[in-house]
């Protein structure tokens, strides 16, 4: 892919990351070149809560707890308080809604849409049931990865 292409990482491509012997991380390094390109990825500040509750909830080890800290360290950090997030985060709602889409029911989800509509970003994802819906609209920008292989989903 291209590695001047900028992407937001949705909660799920990063908790792959901390894992060890990913094969969706390697895959998606050497599709993405997040790590060798010169463009940090960005992470949606939702997803550093959803993070964060993880390692509370499965009980982390400190060493990947320290991971996870180096990997959010490598990445750009994007508020959902940014001009235009909220009023794209209630559009995004209200169509899914409209259109019976399951994104509807994680707001999370949506924020992390939100942000990355806002913010002119690709959306790296393995959650299908969420985004890809959106996939050929002017809505988002997404691209799907298999949760196992990080192969591209058609």
């Known amino acids: 892919m291209a590695a001047s292409r900028a992407y937001l990482l949705d909660t799920n491509i990063v908790l792959h990351a901390t894992r060890k012997d990913s094969q969706l991380s390697a895959a998606v390094e050497t599709q993405f070149g997040l790590v060798s390109s010169g463009l940090r990825p960005a992470v949606c500040e939702v997803s550093i809560a959803e993070l964060l509750g993880f390692t509370r909830s499965h009980k982390w080890g400190e060493a990947r707890i320290q991971h996870l800290r180096r990997i959010l360290d490598g990445t750009v950090v994007l508020s959902i308080s940014q001009p235009g997030v909220h009023q794209r985060w209630s559009e995004i709602y209200s169509h899914a809604r409209s259109k019976g889409w399951s994104i509807q029911q994680d707001h999370?989800?949506?924020?992390?849409?939100?942000?990355?509509?806002?913010?002119?970003?690709?959306?790296?994802?393995?959650?299908?049931?969420?985004?890809?819906?959106?996939?050929?609209t002017s809505w988002l920008d997404v691209i799907l990865l298999d949760a196992k292989t990080g192969a591209i989903l058609p």
């Not at 913010?119 to 790296?124: A, Q, V, W």
């Open 108 to 136: 999370n989800d949506v924020w992390i849409a939100a942000v990355a509509a806002v913010s002119g970003l690709t959306l790296l994802s393995t959650d299908k049931a969420a985004f890809l819906p959106f996939r050929g």
